[in-house]
């Protein structure tokens, strides 16, 4: 692991999580339900695939997601959220919140309007079913 630029909390939460694929990959693991590099490919930004390789490698190695061979597929491997890549989730709401709030040009989505209307029941429900998740994967 490498040192940090400095002590502040926030500058060293930016260096495991604070670019814009790592929270794009954490967005749709927990949002849009993606779980393998193919899915996460296949997201409206167009990741390019050494930048998708890297991120995951970094994720995982910082234990944000857990890398487990597919039960479906025993040549691919599903990604998915460790109980440290949950607690993200406030924060990625909060992000998409701001977003949404200041670019017109993003307009709120289903879930969106949600976030807008009630903010801390959505996030007690994604954390559930994340915890739940997190869990399941644990045991596998």
């Not at 490698?57 to 487990?68: P, T």
Request: aromatic share 6%; glycine share 4%; hydrophobic share 35%.
């Amino acid at each position: 692991m490498e040192k940090n630029r400095s002590d502040c909390p926030i500058s060293c939460s930016l260096e495991v999580f604070g670019d814009k694929w790592s929270l794009l990959i954490i967005r749709d693991i927990m949002l849009r339900g993606k779980v393998s590099y193919s899915e996460f490919l296949e997201s409206e930004e167009k990741i390019a695939t050494n930048i998708l390789a890297n991120r995951l490698s970094v994720l995982e190695a910082e234990q944000i997601l857990k890398k487990q061979v597919s039960p479906h597929n025993k040549s691919k491997y599903c990604y998915s959220l460790t109980p440290k890549g949950v607690d993200l989730l406030p924060i990625v709401i909060e992000i998409m919140d701001w977003g949404a709030k200041y670019h017109v040009q993003c307009p709120r989505r289903e879930l969106g309007k949600r976030i807008k209307k009630e903010k801390a029941a959505v996030i007690s429900e994604y954390l559930d079913k994340l915890h739940r998740d997190a869990r399941h994967a644990s045991k596998q």
